[in-house]
């Protein structure tokens, strides 16, 4: 056949954001074990290091700017300067595709100059873009027309949502979302279809097309070390994380991270510390700081650490993610609903305690706690009250846990996003020049 006569050869081209890395490195991952030619292409770190006038003090990447809606909004511009680079890349290499994360809304047009398809791979939810193209009226509102009755008020909504006020950054981003879903040739999501056919179905009919589960792409990564080494290098040895998780008992520990960017302040810190050890819950908690030259550190109670030895462990840094939440010692996920880091608790079985900060981060805890009905939305303060117990009592274990089973057996030979990829493979084969 004349589509075997060339390997297909596809272009990786994710969002500068670990939120977004991460996966797309599982999905070439992926599609590399099923035979494809996988190029990863991002910055080299000097690239917008060498542009001082857009990011003072340079960066290779959002997580360490995120503090600054202005440097945030500079960077996403910043992106527009990869357009010739990855044009010459294209040139260069005449990949079969290019698959472009969400943020770079020219990629379309990029591929389509080469005679190439692009792919969008969504870092993000794919449950975010029914919200994006809506307008909302009323307070609170239902979004219409849209499976589970899903409520929010404004207040919850980001202000490039609302869509009140145009701004530069507002435009773009409307660009983007319609680029990305309304133009690019196919839409890859890391999710599976029967996390919720109902919301497959309608992006069928809203959209017109379909859009390619091929995920939970994080269960690519099948040993131990594989696991660890997600991302970044992780604050802790993997060996020494599970000889600790090994020492509990099952589902007793509680995981908390607030995801690749988000900090807490020094207050929040100190209320999850007082409330970790006024609940007596044995946990892991990850927290982006790095420990200072005072024996004390201003935002945990003092001596914390010392009384919680052996019962808690603080991760400052980085953690191997996915690893502990495999483990059977955890038995809760305090989350703030990033979509990968949601995804990756469905996929373990834990139930989770949401804690949104911003974004699409508000609309998955909505799936989680409302339509999944896995988590509960306890709200920052109250969440370790009830932490404790009321997340056994409030989320039925076992929907959570046959969730997970589901969500494995989706990646398995035979299973819905096994099938989707090969398809998905056939179909650019038979496109793909
Ligand atoms: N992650 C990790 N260790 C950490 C923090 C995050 O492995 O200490 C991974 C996590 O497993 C997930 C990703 O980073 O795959 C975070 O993505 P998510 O969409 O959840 O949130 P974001 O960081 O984009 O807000």
């Given amino acids: 056949m004349a589509s075997e006569s060339r390997q297909l050869h596809i272009f990786f081209f994710p969002f500068m954001a670990r939120g977004h890395l991460i996966p797309t490195v599982d999905l070439a991952k992926l599609f590399a074990a099923r035979g494809v030619k996988a190029t990863f292409v991002t910055t080299p770190r000097p690239f917008i290091l060498q542009n001082p006038l857009v990011c003072p003090g340079g960066c290779e990447n959002i997580d360490s700017i995120v503090d600054s809606q202005e440097m945030v909004q500079n960077f996403f511009k910043a992106t527009k300067m990869l357009q010739r680079p990855l044009e010459q890349l294209l040139q260069d290499f005449q990949p079969s595709c290019l698959v472009a994360g ?166 929040q810190l100190m209320e999850i510390a007082m409330g970790l050890e006024a609940s007596d819950q044995q946990f892991i908690w990850v927290v982006k700081k790095r420990k200072n030259e005072k024996e004390e550190e201003d935002w945990l109670p003092k001596g914390f650490e010392k009384r919680m030895e052996g019962k808690g462990l603080i991760l400052r840094g980085w953690a191997p993610q996915v690893l502990i939440l495999d483990h059977e010692a955890v038995g809760g996920f305090v989350t703030h609903c990033g979509w990968n880091s949601t995804l990756e608790g469905v996929t373990a079985g834990v139930p989770m305690v949401t804690w949104p900060l911003s974004v699409e981060q508000f609309y998955n805890e909505k799936l989680v706690t409302r339509v999944l009905k896995i988590g509960v939305d306890v709200g920052v303060r109250q969440w370790i009250r009830v932490v404790g117990d009321s997340i056994k009592r409030a989320v039925k274990r076992i929907m959570v846990e046959a969730l997970g089973e589901m969500a494995k057996r989706a990646v398995e030979e035979g299973g819905s996003s096994y099938s989707d990829l090969n398809a998905l493979i056939e179909e650019l084969r038979s496109h793909c020049p």
């Fill in 102 to 267: 969400t943020f770079f809304p020219r990629a379309t047009d990029i591929a389509a100059k080469f005679g190439i398809l692009r792919l969008v791979f969504h870092g993000i939810s794919f449950f975010f873009f029914f919200f994006f193209f809506f307008s909302y009226d009323s307070e609170p509102f239902v979004i219409p027309n849209f499976p589970g009755e899903i409520k929010l008020t404004r207040m919850q909504l980001p202000d490039f949502i609302k869509h009140e006020v145009e701004t530069d950054f507002s435009k773009w981003l409307k660009e983007v979302m319609e680029s990305a879903d309304l133009r690019s040739d196919r839409v890859v999501v890391n999710s599976f279809y029967e996390l919720k056919p109902a919301y497959a179905e309608h992006y069928k009919k809203v959209m017109g097309r379909k859009a390619w589960h091929i995920g939970p792409v994080s269960l690519c990564n099948k040993n131990a070390e594989d696991k660890a080494q997600r991302g970044k290098e992780a604050s802790i040895d993997e060996h020494e994380c599970l000889k600790w998780l090994g020492t509990k008992k099952p589902n007793s520990v509680i995981y908390i991270c607030p995801g690749s960017i988000a900090n807490f302040s020094d207050t």
